[in-house]
């Protein structure tokens, strides 16, 4: 669909709304940009610490800007229609955001799938997550208050609030060992594989990057081990299952 106006003041109400959503997305893009070339310019870890910088100075502008443009009040930088929304409706929209980032997550690997080929869509389906996986879990270390080396005890509180924790089912236990085991009892990708039957998408390349990095920005002394995530033989009550450990006392865990 396209706009036949000239200038911004043409557009009519309804391309206006439509150009209002274009911009939240190039706003997202630009964002994320400058996080990959300060990664790449300053080094990840730097990079990470100076989102967050970023984050709660941008965040509190453009917060009080919509706020004062759209009508709504905040309390304590939080949008009040957020707080008014029932305990039920709140829930919803958090699931509801979790599941639109999976889908966008799968739309692109299926683009490149489809115009190159499954090697280069995993390739850069890893390359991601050695770059999100650590993101998240710093946003999670944060939030929750956890401080710097909280141990495999933060861990366990840390993994209950990643995004896959809103739509997949997972349990995290501490063994009699004391290591923490977590399985995935149902993941949304591999049970709709399955309904579809399919064989399981081989993501243990992925799970790799995606937990060591996540573990070892909670707490760098934590030891990440893959118990089985396809293409590996599963039971039918998880699709993967990974074991967290402390590094003994002395190894190198530098950050």
Known sequence: MKAAAETLDQLDKKDTARFVVDLIHRLIMHHGLWFAEASHQVGHDKARTLLFEVLTRSCGIQMKRLAATLGFELEDGIPLPLLELDEGALHELRDGIAKNWLVNDGIWFQALEFSRDMHVAKRVND??????SPVEAESVRRFL???????????????????YSCIN?????FEDDGSLVLRMQDCRVQSARKRKGLDDYPCKSGGLTEYTTFAETIDPRIRTECIGCPPDAHPEDWFCAWRFTMAAEGADVGR
Do not use: I, M, N
């Open 127 to 132: 390359a991601c997550w050695a770059k999100f």
């Open 145 to 163: 208050g956890l401080g710097e080396r909280p141990g495999l005890a933060g861990l366990k509180r840390a993994l209950e609030f990643r995004l």
């Open 169 to 173: 089912t997972q349990s995290v236990v």
